[in-house]
């Protein structure tokens, strides 16, 4: 709706600016980290309303918008840890009522989280997308990847390792989505998106791009939106 606030903050709630002195055993980086982690507002609000990360109002941004959780939904979460956007999840979907179904995974450990099966495995291991598919117990109606891969400090080369999880995280979706089922992956801006785009353009009725507000203004992060599959077109039809 016009002019509706997305979830977050409330205006004016931003606490005054705090400044860390950097300590004898802290890099100069970790206390820029620390000091921007205490002086952002969605790590504070994230606190107050329960969430594990600030991630959270990422996805309840993009839901706000898309309209991709509902009740009864059987969903699945890629790079899930430490467990924000499964906390979301859980509480819009309702797993256990009307087959609903929240499958989390991620290479690191990750505390359990009620209503949802947690995985704890490297998604690009040979047996994590039969152990994904067996643990949904059915088709998907969303697939969601917010995983990203060790940076290296080389930009092309970190842009080329995320390109490569979303693709194989489409490649997942791809296999377990039921008509009509969406799709978000996480990008960094970088110029090797058209292969993917060009499959996705071709597999659903929209693809859209979006940055919430709660992604910070500095980060090259966007998200690939893609709603209402139609399935991946036969090889060689017309």
């Known amino acids: 709706m016009t002019g509706k606030k997305p979830p977050g903050p409330a ?22 980290w620390l000091e921007r982690q205490l002086n952002d507002p969605y790590v504070a ?25 509902r009740p009864g939904s059987r969903v699945v979460d890629l790079g899930a840890a430490p467990g924000g956007w499964t906390q979301v999840v859980v509480q819009r979907v309702a797993p256990g009522s009307g087959g609903g ?51 290296t400090g080389h930009s092309a080369t970190d842009h ?24 978000v992956c996480k990008l960094f801006q970088g110029g090797a998106e058209r292969q993917l785009l060009d499959r996705l353009k071709r597999a659903f009725a929209q693809v859209r791009h979006a940055k919430p507000p709660a992604s910070r203004a500095d ?11 139609r399935g991946e077109p036969v090889e060689g039809g017309s």
Do not use: N, W
């Open 11 to 32: 205006a004016g709630s931003r606490p005054a600016a705090v400044r860390v002195k950097t300590a004898r055993r802290r890099s100069l980086s970790s206390t820029l």
């Open 45 to 69: 609000e994230a606190a107050r309303c329960g969430y594990r990360s600030r991630a959270a109002f990422k996805l309840l941004q993009l839901d706000e918008r898309f309209h991709l959780l």
């Open 101 to 151: 179904r929240v499958v989390a995974l991620d290479l690191l450990e990750m505390a359990p989280i009620p209503g949802a099966v947690v995985l704890h495995a490297d998604f690009l291991a040979d047996d994590a997308c039969a152990r994904l598919t067996a643990a949904l117990g059915g088709q998907a109606d969303l697939v969601l990847s917010d995983m990203a891969a060790p940076t």
């Open 160 to 183: 080329l390792r995320i390109m490569g999880l979303a693709e194989t995280a489409y490649d997942f979706a791809a296999g377990v989505l039921a008509p009509g089922g969406a799709f």
């Open 219 to 229: 980060s090259s992060e966007t998200y690939l939106v893609a709603t209402g599959f």
